[in-house]
């Protein structure tokens, strides 16, 4: 219990709150602080206190420690100045790990630019059929600090945490068992001075490993490989490459062709012909779920049957209906070019594509060059729109449609049978929507909705 003690949140959003009432079940006080001037209280507690606008001065006085939210960058001079006097500063999944109940199950770490979400979700399928008790979250669905509702709650035998790089910064001690990284791909340019500085906060997903402990890396990235070089455990690898062989790895697992091999140990042989799993980008993340769930003790009978189970992730690749011999797909997750780019390659035939939203600083081009001769259509939304159109231009008809609405009404009326009708916006939704779940199940509403 944390009774007595006072911690200061920074940021209340999804992960701030869930920090916030981690603490008050466990008697803390919390201060939260929260620079929009217009935060509202999301809850009330007599041992919760909102600060909304400009940080108070000196506002870690008296504190335990500061907690922060993974969308406030620990570069912000508030932040460092609290550090410097002394006073813990990390993030709320660091504070999920020192709050776990005794007897806890390790965590399962996953990150990387794309193919997080899927491989998490994945992995929680294949320990599942072994290990029915695990927890599934962290960037994924439920926060890491909302996994156990009372102290008192039977722990769970395993975690399997989905980890953004603005969630590893803040972490200091937490211990993953297995540690994976899954690809590094140009991404989040507005927060990091360089893609170095990116893929070292991803690289702090080895910090706490200790002997025991394993990590799993991407053997065709070579960004990763050089990352892999920073752990301090066994690195077991995947890979596309059917020559690629073993140095610098414990292990390796190579995939072609819906399946995969294990050639570590005894050699073991998967298939991966799940529709859910569809695309060489699921081969890996099929590969990457499979080794880690078998460095974790899940035998490799409920690796196959998870394998073949997995209904895949919503929003990611996610069939909508057929209508009329055209297919429609909700890719809503693709939030940048490069996981864009993996849907597209993922997919066979004459394609219209949605695209648009609030872009990230990334350019086009290697979407355009993906779609020539596939796309048949683009149809564009949101604020970067104009960006979009002028990077497809001469390559494919443009439509521009400035809202989801008018793209789906649109992409309709152009389809025919065989077509794919694909959202894959390669951007942020925050200038039209929520988040991207909320412009996916807009899309999906739509698309049901049609005639």
């Not at 940080?55 to 922060?68: C, I, L, M, R, S």
């Not at 994976?180 to 507005?190: Q, R, S």
Request: charged share 20%.
């Amino acid at each position: 219990m944390l009774s007595g003690q006072t911690f200061v949140v920074i940021g209340l959003g999804k992960s701030g709150i869930g920090a916030a009432k981690l603490l008050l079940r466990r008697g803390a006080r919390v201060v939260a602080l929260d620079e929009n001037a217009a935060a509202t209280k999301p809850f009330e507690d007599p041992n919760f206190e909102l600060k909304a606008g400009p940080f108070p001065a000196e506002f870690w006085k008296g504190a335990t420690a500061v907690v922060v939210s993974p969308g406030v960058p620990l570069s912000k001079p508030e932040l460092v100045a609290a550090k410097a006097s002394g006073v813990p500063v990390y993030g709320e999944i660091e504070l999920a790990y020192r709050t776990m109940p005794k007897g806890a199950g390790p965590l399962l770490g996953i990150t990387g630019t794309n193919g997080k979400s899927t491989t998490t979700a994945l992995l929680g399928e294949l320990v599942k059929h072994h290990v029915p008790r695990t927890f599934v979250g962290g960037n994924l669905g439920t926060a890491f600090t909302l996994a156990y509702e009372s102290p008192e709650e039977p722990p769970y035998d395993q975690h399997v945490i989905e980890l953004s790089s603005f969630q590893l910064e803040g972490v200091k001690d937490a211990r993953f068992k297995v540690a994976a990284i899954l690809n590094l791909t140009a991404d989040h340019i507005d927060r990091y001075a360089n893609q170095d500085a990116y893929g070292l906060a991803k690289a702090r997903i080895f910090e706490g490993q200790q002997p025991g402990d394993f990590a799993v890396v991407n053997a065709d990235d070579a960004e990763v490989v050089k990352l892999s070089r920073l752990s301090k455990v066994p690195v077991y690898a995947f890979t596309l490459d059917g020559a690629r062989t073993n140095p610098g790895f414990t292990g390796l697992a190579v995939g072609a062709k819906e399946k995969f091999i294990f050639n570590f140990g005894t050699p073991t042989v998967f298939t991966v012909t799940n529709r859910a799993l569809r695309g060489a980008h699921n081969l890996q993340n099929a590969m990457a779920a499979s080794l880690m769930a078998r460095l974790a003790g899940i035998p490799d009978a409920a690796i196959q049957k998870g394998l073949d189970s997995f209904p895949g992730l919503a929003h990611r690749l996610e069939f909508v209906r057929e209508r009329g011999g055209v297919e429609w797909i909700n890719d809503s997750k693709a939030t940048n070019v490069d996981s864009s780019l993996v849907a597209m390659k993922a997919l066979a035939g004459d394609v219209l594509l949605i695209a648009g939203g609030k872009g990230k600083g990334a350019p086009y081009e290697p979407l355009v060059e993906a779609a020539r001769g596939k796309v048949k259509a683009v149809f564009t939304i949101g604020k970067d729109a104009p960006l979009i159109a002028a990077a497809f231009a001469g390559v494919c008809p443009i439509h521009d449609c400035g809202t989801i609405e008018k793209a789906v009404a649109q992409a309709a009326e152009i389809s025919t049978r065989g077509d794919t009708v694909l959202l894959s916006p390669a951007c942020a939704s925050y200038d039209q929507f929520k988040h991207f779940e909320h412009r996916g199940d807009v899309f999906k509403t739509l698309v049901r909705a049609l005639s």
